[in-house]
């Protein structure tokens, strides 16, 4: 049986951790993005390093603190910002090409989907409630989360795809949430959020005042349908 609140008018979903499982191959991943880093220096004849890894997790690091204050830098900023750690000055073809290498890296993988979340967002299709992504981006442009969402069939269940990188602020600013409480003329306790993390999407969400769900696990998905 179908477990919802009678009041809720739009059900929100995260992606990462949430709808999209990338814990498989995002090692495998972070190795191809350092080859593609090398190859990207070498043919640009870029100062070289064999400290990329350690670069792009600091990048990480850094890019973290800043999206715990709401704040979204553009995918290529960060690719920038990356090849700045070795650079002086770099040139925005360099960055575009290893901008395209990073999305055909990401592309090259399926994210695992959490299909008990399949199941329950059809049941809420069918009970005509409003379905709706709410995610950051980070490295993975939202061009290429649209294409991913495609090929998983997962695109055309949600009414709406709200997308940091697309839309300039990410969780856990309340504002995010503000969006589609405003396009879907609701109050904010009659949007339930649904994601993996406390801080970006549970204690976010609830200071807007929507309805929360925690999921740490697929058992959780499965108490959802109940």
Not at 26 to 46: F, H
Not at 68 to 84: A, E, F, Q
Not at 99 to 119: C, D, K
Not at 213 to 226: K, M, N, Q, R
Request: aromatic letters at 8%; charged letters at 30%; glycine letters at 4%.
């Amino acid at each position: 049986m179908l477990c919802i609140m009678n009041d809720i008018k739009v059900i929100s979903f995260d992606l990462w951790g949430t709808l999209f499982d990338d814990s498989d191959y995002i090692r495998e991943l972070e190795e191809k993005r350092i080859k593609a880093c090398i190859e990207i220096s070498k043919k640009y004849n870029l100062l070289q390093t064999d400290n990329w890894r350690e670069i792009i997790l600091n990048e990480r690091r850094d890019f973290q603190k800043i999206e715990r204050k709401g704040k979204c830098p553009d995918h290529k900023v960060r690719i920038k910002s990356i090849l700045l750690k070795v650079n002086r000055n770099v040139n925005e073809d360099v960055v575009e090409e290893l901008s395209s290498l990073f999305e055909e890296i990401s592309l090259m993988y399926m994210p695992i989907v959490n299909q008990q979340l399949v199941t329950y967002i059809k049941e809420l299709r069918r009970k005509l409630l409003p379905c709706i992504i709410l995610s950051n981006t980070g490295l993975i442009s939202a061009e290429v989360i649209r294409k991913l969402l495609k090929r998983t069939n997962l695109y055309n269940l949600f009414d709406r795809i709200y997308l940091s990188e697309e839309i300039g602020i990410c969780k856990p600013s309340i504002d995010i949430f503000k969006i589609p409480i405003i396009e879907y003329s609701i109050f904010p306790h009659q949007m339930l959020h649904i994601g993996d993390s406390d801080f970006f999407d549970i204690e976010a969400a609830q200071k807007v005042g929507c309805r929360t769900c925690l999921l740490y696990t697929s058992d959780a998905a499965d108490d959802l349908i109940g």
